[in-house]
């Protein structure tokens, strides 16, 4: 069965604007996924990969040769991208000497066998220049490979595999895995899910995770699990969690849950259920377990989840004084007529925090009227002070006429 019509059409409207003003821009479908993908914290990392889009060779060589300089968590993805750079730019050689620095300094990196592609497409082209013109056929060639898998698959995808796999510029690799991901063959799904699994270079796995997850089968989203529990990279374990929310694997993502032991992985488990839905689950775990520190990120979770009514049995029911802190400031955050709730518990519960969450609360949602029945009812000059003091940065009918009271 073919893909949608509609993702086809988003396809060619990427590449549409690859062929004109986009090209230099970098917007787009593809640029969607890239910018997901490419989302590190060196922002000369991040310079450099938009000027191999714009195809600005010495100015990404400048870029990756700061990423370089500082020796960081990068530094073996910038050589190859200094690498294709020259060699997009016509300096054969020293695009070779930059392979063998990225050999010898990172023997085990993930973008070694991309780089070999390009040393051996280098050597072949000898001492010719490199037209860097050539990116456009490349373009084309991916217009007509679309088409080609829509009518004949099977003599398409040996050319995607090569493209994919091979020493083409970046965009073509992104776009090409784009294409692959219309096909529902076989050869296609394995060849997917082969990349997933970290055959192809890193910033490919990332974005074929993530294509799994917004176009993938149920089969091969769940196939995502063995990779999960297989690696210890954080980045794609994140990569996993994020396709999951994508495709609103509920399941899948409870299990990661429940399963992690990594904290930042938890959070993001957490975070990503939330986002798909998943408040029932996280409610389910916030009232069997006993760590706080994973129902505050439950709490955190709802709250951009945005389900209020399990932050108000929280806040009305806990017993954690943090954990019912942490709740009523985020109804506060959240809006909504509220004031009724927060007083009962005001008055209810005698603890410092607790009231001034409230006294918060109230003062985000600007209800005058509330903080003005709370200042009538306190008898501790204390607590009453700083109810002034939050109702004074509240402008209503209320505030006002209570203010005049006092001057009288």
């Not at 396809?11 to 993908?37: E, K, P, R």
């Not at 429940?258 to 009232?287: F, N, V």
Request: hydrophobic content about 40%; charged content about 25%.
């Amino acid at each position: 069965m073919k893909r949608p019509l509609l993702l086809s059409l988003i396809f060619m409207a990427g590449f549409a604007g690859s062929l004109t003003a986009q090209v230099a821009t970098g917007t787009g479908q593809g640029s969607a996924f890239q910018a997901q993908s490419d989302s590190r914290d060196d922002p000369d990392y991040r310079r450099g990969r938009k000027a191999l889009d714009r195809s600005q060779w010495q100015e990404a060589i400048a870029a990756f040769d700061a990423v370089i300089a500082r020796k960081g968590s990068d530094t073996a993805a910038a050589l190859y991208w200094k690498a294709y750079a020259l060699y997009r730019e016509g300096e054969r050689q020293q695009a070779i000497s930059t392979v063998d620095a990225l050999r010898q300094g990172y023997p085990d990196s993930r973008w070694l066998n991309d780089a070999q592609a390009l040393v051996v497409e280098a050597q072949a082209q000898g001492g010719a220049n490199v037209n860097p013109a050539a990116e456009a056929d490349d373009d084309l060639k991916l217009i007509a490979l679309n088409s080609l898998m829509q009518s004949d698959p099977n003599q398409a995808f040996p050319i995607l595999n090569k493209l994919i796999t091979g020493n083409a510029s970046p965009h073509v690799k992104d776009r090409a895995l784009f294409v692959l991901t219309q096909s529902s063959s076989p050869e296609a799904g394995k060849l997917l899910l082969d990349i997933a699994h970290g055959r192809a270079n890193p910033e490919l796995q990332l974005k074929a995770i993530r294509y799994i997850g917004a176009m993938g089968s149920n089969e091969t989203r769940a196939q995502l699990g063995g990779i999960y529990e297989s690696t210890s990279d954080r980045s794609i374990k994140r990569a996993i969690l994020q396709s999951y929310m994508i495709s609103g694997s509920r399941p899948l993502l409870l299990k990661a849950v429940k399963s992690e032991t990594d904290p930042e992985l938890e959070k993001e488990a957490i975070r990503q259920l939330a986002l798909c839905g998943g408040s029932e689950e996280l409610w389910q775990i916030y009232q069997s377990d006993s760590s706080t520190d994973r129902k505050a990120e439950i709490l955190k979770s709802l709250f951009v989840g945005g389900d209020a009514s399990k932050l108000v049995q929280v806040a009305q029911n806990e017993k954690n004084t943090q954990l019912r802190v942490a709740a009523i400031r985020s109804l506060g955050l959240m809006g909504g007529s509220r004031g009724p709730l927060l007083v009962s518990i005001y008055k209810s519960d005698q603890t410092r925090e607790v009231r001034e969450a409230v006294l918060n609360s109230l003062f985000l949602s600007h209800d005058g009227k509330s903080l003005v029945e709370l200042a009538r009812a306190e008898t501790n000059p204390e607590m009453k002070r700083e109810i002034v003091n939050k109702m004074a940065l509240v402008h209503s009918k209320e505030t006002t006429e209570y203010m005049m009271e006092i001057l009288k």
